[in-house]
């Protein structure tokens, strides 16, 4: 089957500093990234969409400048945390779809960031 | 609005006893429906999902999920439920627009009495 991975899988940082997370799609090829935040005990909120080579699009609330995101490659797309601050804390979530379309959505294992 | 709803918070069950987790959704079309369970820290994990045709769907672990259209609900159900499946449930769905996306529900936190 299809697999996603996450790097870091576990991330602390200092507040104000970036941290950048990389998702990978193993064995295929990603034609779109979705990026999820979730905080602890509530759901997965998407916050953003990203094609191959083109700009992210950006679920509203989230900002743009902050979370950055780059699918530069069909089968990585990273999202950097800016400036991060205590409250970006909260477990990351990528998923795949791959260049077949459909609605097959592959996630990937989470990344935990801890701002202190 | 379009929406995915989970109405129960929390559920607690004895082990051995059967299982029903609720989900409506409200999309002006039929959206593809997923069921995934999350352990404490971990990631997705997908136990089924609905397409079209059939309309009762199985699943992995022993999970079935039933797609009503008529109450825009896609109900996950197991028989017997085991002290292992006590996990945080979240119902999905992809409106399958021109933004396909998967829309994830609020969850149930499953708890299992033993």
């Known amino acids: 089957g299809a697999v996603v991975s996450q790097h870091p899988s576990w991330v602390i940082c200092k507040s104000g500093t970036s941290v950048k997370i990389e998702c990978r799609s193993l064995?295929?090829?990603?034609?779109?990234m979705f990026w999820y935040r979730q905080f602890p005990k509530q759901s997965l909120m998407l916050m953003a969409t990203?094609?191959?080579?083109?700009?992210?699009?950006?679920e509203q609330g989230v900002e743009k400048d902050k979370f950055l995101i780059n699918h530069a490659s069909l089968t990585l797309s990273t999202l950097t945390v800016t400036s991060a601050h205590p409250e970006d804390s909260s477990f990351y979530i990528c998923?795949?779809?791959?260049?077949?379309?459909?609605?097959?959505?592959?996630f990937g294992p989470g990344t935990r960031l801890t701002v202190l | 609005a379009q929406s995915v709803t989970q109405p129960d918070i929390h559920i607690t069950v004895s082990e051995g006893a059967s299982l029903e987790l609720r989900c409506n959704y409200s999309?002006?079309?039929?959206?593809?429906l997923f069921w995934y369970v999350q352990s404490p820290g971990q990631g997705l994990q997908l136990l089924l999902k609905?397409?079209?045709?059939?309309?009762l769907v199985q699943g992995i672990k022993g999970f079935e999920a039933e797609f009503k259209r008529s109450q825009s609900s896609f109900n996950l159900r197991k028989p017997s439920v085991h002290w292992s499946d006590a996990a945080e449930y979240f119902c999905a769905v992809d409106p399958y627009s021109s933004a396909s996306k998967i829309i994830f529900g609020s969850g149930t936190r499953l708890s299992i009495r033993p």
């Open positions: 990203s094609n191959e080579g083109s700009k992210a699009t950006y």
């Open positions: 998923s795949a779809r791959g260049t077949s379309g459909g609605a097959w959505q592959f």
């Open positions: 064995d295929f090829q990603a034609t779109t």
């Open positions: 999309y002006g079309a039929t959206p593809y």
């Open positions: 609905y397409f079209s045709g059939d309309t």
